[in-house]
């Protein structure tokens, strides 16, 4: 019999994938919650301005829960503790969202 070393980690796809999504969704979420209480746009942006920030949020939502995978996954080999590092992903991921929300509406209201 081979016994499997309790240090070794084993990746979960499904893992990954499900936290890009909550990600992704709690960026749209917020994006769109954001949108919808903004009032009425400028008449000199663009017709369709809202569709950037629909996209750009979300995928960093999902950039985010891409980093909280990877940290707290490999939290043992960064030589951090498990609480610790689910901190620093949650500080990861707020400051994720943020920039994408920047970027995001970058020439309409973050003009």
């Known amino acids: 019999m081979t016994s499997k070393n309790s240090s070794t980690m084993q990746q979960n796809p499904?893992?990954?994938?499900?936290r890009m999504l909550t990600g992704a969704v709690i960026g749209l979420?917020?994006?769109s919650?954001?949108?919808?209480?903004?009032g009425e746009p400028n008449p000199e942006w663009p017709k369709l301005w809202r569709?950037?920030?629909l996209i750009?949020?979300?995928?960093?939502?999902?950039m985010g829960g891409l980093c909280n995978y990877f940290i707290v996954q490999y939290h043992n080999r960064l030589g951090l503790h498990k609480?610790?590092?689910v901190?620093?992903?949650?500080?990861v991921f707020i400051v994720g969202i943020w920039l994408?929300?920047?970027l995001g509406l970058d020439g309409t209201y973050w003009n």
């Open 83 to 85: 609480a610790i590092a």
């Open 29 to 31: 979420a917020l994006i």
């Open 14 to 18: 499904a893992s990954l994938t499900k």
């Open 51 to 53: 569709i950037r920030p």
């Open 87 to 91: 901190i620093i992903s949650i500080v």
């Open 33 to 38: 919650l954001f949108l919808l209480t903004a």
């Open 56 to 62: 750009i949020v979300p995928l960093a939502g999902a």
């Open 100 to 102: 994408g929300t920047v």
